[in-house]
């Protein structure tokens, strides 16, 4: 009988811890739901209180490529014939290099993060003040598994004038921008602001990160000036004549598993190799 008793006893504990656990999850769901929903509605209110514009009290031109791109990109197909390719980084968009990987025939989607460079130029009188980041319009879904294409690690220019780091998280449920550091972390929420009067100019790279997903979005810089609030939507890219190359974003997280993989070695003139599965992950954590 005290046997059956335990039993039933300690049968009784683990239900009740079943439902502890349950409850715990239900709860951070919920306030996940709330956050974002929360998020929703001031995003829907700033649109309406706010101009979203390509100009105004500041400038936007391509900054230094202080970021040498992602360390690979997917493809939600499994491409087979990519190993033994040659790979020419100047080479045109229709054939193996940068341009390719940008605007070729593959729609290549950068894994885990992208950074936009640009340089910000107040035009207005009196003090502008670049208060962060907000992004909008934002899908995220289950990221690429088809095809990964590692890139090689190179070394970053020096730094005469660093550029303002930022950083956003577009997966959170309530992107905000963040403090970012060398080593391209993102930190705690940026509470500063960038303060330049007209004709002054400086630098900023903003580092947006999706670790699990496939997200695709758009980003303004959110400016303040003369007593208004700005929206400036920010490139996600600029073409070879210094113009805008496009204003939305994709990004997609790295997954566990993917249907084939390539990588390039760090020369300019070399082929695209296969990439054992099982050494992906690893290559991705390698980015230096």
């Not at 940068?98 to 340089?119: C, F």
């Not at 020369?267 to 690893?282: E, H, K, R």
Request: charged share 20%.
């Amino acid at each position: 009988m005290l046997t059956a008793l335990g039993v039933l006893f300690g049968a009784l504990t683990w239900l009740d811890s079943r439902a502890a656990n349950r409850e715990q999850i239900e709860l951070a769901t919920e306030a996940n739901e709330r956050e974002r929903a929360d998020w929703q509605r001031e995003e829907a209110q700033r649109a309406a209180e706010s101009t979203t514009v390509a100009e105004g009290p500041v400038r936007l031109s391509a900054g230094y490529p202080f970021w040498m791109g992602p360390k690979g990109y997917a493809f939600p197909d499994a491409l087979l014939d990519l190993g033994g390719l040659p790979w020419d980084s100047s080479a045109p968009a229709q054939e193996p290099g940068y341009r390719w990987l940008a605007s070729g025939p593959i729609a290549w989607v950068p894994t885990s993060a992208w950074e936009s460079d640009v340089v910000v130029e107040a035009t207005a009188s009196g003090t502008v003040l670049v208060q962060g980041v907000e992004v909008r319009d934002r899908t995220c879904v289950e990221p690429l598994d088809g095809t990964f294409l590692g890139m090689p690690n190179v070394g970053g220019p020096g730094e005469d004038a660093p550029p303002i780091l930022l950083g956003v998280d577009v997966e959170a449920p309530r992107p905000v921008t963040r403090e970012r550091d060398g080593l391209k972390e993102l930190g705690d929420p940026w509470t500063g602001q960038l303060a330049l009067e007209k004709g002054d100019a400086r630098a900023v790279s903003v580092r947006f990160v999706a670790a699990t997903k496939h997200c695709t979005f758009k980003a303004d810089l959110v400016v303040h000036a003369n007593g208004a609030i700005h929206r400036i939507p920010l490139p996600h890219g600029w073409g070879e004549n210094g113009a805008p190359d496009g204003y939305t974003f994709e990004i997609s997280g790295p997954v566990a598993s993917y249907q084939n993989a390539y990588y390039v070695e760090a020369y300019d003139d070399t082929v695209i190799q296969t990439l054992p599965l099982d050494a992906v992950a690893g290559f991705i954590r390698s980015e230096g």
